[in-house]
């Protein structure tokens, strides 16, 4: 078990460019999901996959965003046309087949995007 | 809807004192609760969780925590803290509506250490 994994830890960006985030969950864990942290903020819930299916997204995550789990194993969050706004700490959880909230979810060390 | 609230944001206590950081959240039914630390820098470190049964839940690194049901909360605790507890905690409830078990979280409690 070598714990969730998340790349690159560090992005920095000029406003409009598009970025793109990897998370490797903790293998054999069928649960994923990205959160969104903000400087003194705990984090929000942006989208949730079991397996390959994206089953829940967030009013947080605007077109511009998307998500993918191809396979059911890694997943990708991208962002187009960055702004300001979406700098913050980007987290990913992965979690075993378990009763929906009652799953313990494991945490990546996230990824923090600075858009100047 | 759900929501958890952290009324302390900065707490600061001396080494080997005792420690209490609060959580209060609203939810209709018995909720899934869970504390987790972190680290500057760093992803979320699970400490505890409440699902159901003894309301007194132990976890990792010598915290506990009590679920309220009366008073709709799930205070953490630790009886004697270490330099090394400074970090950032966050109560979370789990249990939602959407069957997802997204996580709501508090705003967080940034916990100074004085040696």
């Known amino acids: 078990d070598t714990g969730v994994s998340q790349d690159p830890r560090h992005k920095i960006t000029k406003r409009g460019q598009n970025v793109t985030f990897r998370c490797d969950p903790i293998s054999e864990h069928n649960r994923l999901y990205w959160y969104r942290q903000t400087l003194g903020q705990g984090p929000e819930f942006l989208t949730y996959?079991?397996?390959?299916?994206?089953?829940?997204k967030s009013r947080l995550l605007s077109d511009r965003f998307s998500a993918e789990r191809p396979k059911g194993s890694f997943s990708t969050l991208e962002i187009q046309r960055t702004e300001q706004g979406d700098s913050a700490m980007y987290l990913c959880?992965?979690?075993?087949?378990?009763?929906?909230?009652?799953?313990?979810?494991?945490f990546g060390p996230g990824t923090r995007l600075t858009v100047l | 809807a759900q929501s958890v609230t952290q009324p302390d944001i900065h707490i600061t206590v001396s080494e080997g004192a005792s420690l209490e950081l609060r959580c209060n959240y609203s939810y209709g039914a018995t909720p899934y609760l869970f504390w987790y630390v972190q680290s500057p820098g760093q992803g979320l470190q699970l400490l505890l969780k409440?699902?159901?049964?003894?309301?007194l839940v132990q976890g990792i690194k010598g915290f506990e925590a009590e679920f309220k049901r009366s008073q709709s909360s799930f205070n953490l605790r630790k009886p004697s803290v270490h330099w090394s507890d400074a970090a950032e905690y966050f109560c979370a409830v789990g249990r939602g509506s959407s069957n997802t078990g997204k996580l709501i979280f508090g705003q967080g409690t940034t916990l100074q250490v004085k040696p």
């Open positions: 959880a992965s979690s075993p087949r378990d009763l929906p909230g009652r799953d313990t979810q494991y």
């Open positions: 996959f079991q397996n390959e299916a994206q089953l829940e």
């Open positions: 409440y699902f159901s049964g003894d309301t």
